[in-house]
């Protein structure tokens, strides 16, 4: 009982009858075009005075409306009321205007629905509430001059009289009733009618897959260049810190590598925050490369207090730009692993090979504390595994020995086939 009565009378009830009557509003401009096509029709001046002639207005309206519906705000106005007053989820709806002809003539047919089912259930809104409430109170006006009231004969039996409320009752109840049911068919064609298109599921698809790539492209980078600047920082301070009175050129060494660290990594924060701002826009810094900053990445990472020997058996320079970036980000973040890893005054190996058209880039280091995971919050490691499948590549890392980590990743030049 309790649910039939949320059914007819519920939040969500109320909401579409509302709907019904704004089509029933908007349904009242053609009804009144549709008077003056029937009324020279008929020979009659009095339209409305008529029922049948006012469902005749009713009936050439309805083609009008179809024709205005082709109104490219038609279906963006249409799906937002849907959307608040129907209770149908956005994501199932299309808030563009239709561009194909099965577009419009969907949302002709939707628009024709909504003033056709508005205007019939906004009329009976108006009509039968008065009815129903004479209905429920006509016995207790029975004892007044039935003369002055001009009741009907049939209502002169008692039978009718008792059976009035009832009657006044029920028509509200079907009242409520034909609103629901007209509301639930309007929301349940909405989606067919209103809703997105193939071809715009599959725009919308690739326009959420475009963003999460450049989302995942976007936390790539700044986990490898804030996260290896911040290792580096932290253990070129902490080796300043220690030899701050006996080696003062170490010391001086540290510091201007710690400057040249911050100042490139705030360069590329700028340049991913303006992709962020900007959309595709580039940064103010260009990313790194082998080619440009190689040697430099080697001399801020050694002056950490870290042994680093660098083995290059091929030309940067001669490398797709492409290709020489993601290999500085793997180096980066290698370098960046053996930091965390390996600790201090470790000795860490890096080659860099160009061997049968694949550019193979090797870091190994000793690990004296917990090993970088491979699943779970390695987040650098994953980080290069996608580097090196998105150019067509493959990346490993783990153990070769009980002491020893390495990483070795392969990238072709020609990029991903």
């Known amino acids: 009982m309790k649910a039939a009565a949320r059914s007819l009378f519920g939040r969500r009830a109320r909401l579409r009858w509302i709907h019904l009557i704004l089509g029933g509003a908007l349904a009242m401009p053609y009804v009144l075009v549709g008077s003056v096509v029937i009324s020279p029709a008929v020979g009659s001046a009095d339209v409305f005075g008529s029922f049948p002639l006012q469902l005749a207005s009713f009936g050439v309206g309805l083609p009008l409306a179809a024709v205005t519906s082709l109104f490219p705000l038609t279906r963006p106005l249409e799906s937002a009321a849907v959307r608040w007053l129907c209770g149908v989820d956005p994501d199932r709806l299309a808030f563009g205007p ?22 019939i259930i906004a009329g009976m809104s108006l009509a039968l509430p008065p009815f129903a409430t ?30 009035a409320p009832a009657a006044g ?74 030899v701050l009175d006996s080696d003062p050129a170490f010391v001086r060494e540290a510091l201007a590598a710690i400057e040249d660290t911050t100042r490139r990594t705030v360069g ?8 962020l701002r900007d959309g595709d826009a580039p940064g103010t ?8 900053d190689l040697d430099g990445l080697l001399r801020r990472t050694r002056a950490g207090g870290q042994h680093v020997t660098a083995t290059v058996d091929t030309d940067p320079r001669t490398l797709p730009p492409l ?79 009980a002491h020893t980590w390495r990483l070795h990743a392969r990238l072709p030049m020609k990029g991903p086939v």
């Open 323 to 401: 290709l020489s970036r993601e290999a500085y980000r793997i180096v980066q973040e290698g370098l960046s692993n053996a930091l965390k890893h390996a600790g201090e005054q470790a000795s860490v190996a890096v080659r860099v090979a160009l061997t049968g058209g694949e550019l193979e880039i090797t870091v190994e280091n000793p690990v004296t504390g917990p090993a970088p995971s491979r699943t779970g919050g390695g987040h650098g490691l994953r980080g290069i595994a996608d580097r090196a499948r998105l150019l067509g590549g493959t990346a490993t890392a783990g153990p070769t020995t």
């Open 285 to 292: 810094a260009p990313a790194p490369t082998l080619a440009a």
């Open 169 to 242: 009752v029920a028509s509200l109840a079907a009242l409520a009733g034909c609103a629901a049911g007209c509301g639930a068919l309007l929301a349940r064609w909405a989606v067919p009618l209103l809703g997105p298109t193939p071809r715009e599921r599959l725009a919308a698809a690739e326009a959420r897959a475009a963003d999460l790539a450049v989302r995942n492209r976007l936390a790539r980078e700044l986990h490898d260049s804030v996260g290896h600047a911040l290792s580096a920082v932290t253990l070129q301070a902490s080796a300043a810190r220690r």
């Open 268 to 275: 590329e924060l700028d340049a991913v925050l303006g992709v």
């Open 134 to 163: 004479a209905l429920i109170v006509l016995p207790v006006l029975a004892g007044l001059d039935r003369d002055l009231l001009d009741l009907p004969e049939v209502l002169d039996h008692g039978w009718a009289l008792a059976l």
């Open 98 to 119: 239709a561009a194909t002809r099965g577009e419009k003539g969907r949302t002709a047919a939707w628009f024709t629905l909504h003033l056709g089912f508005g205007g």
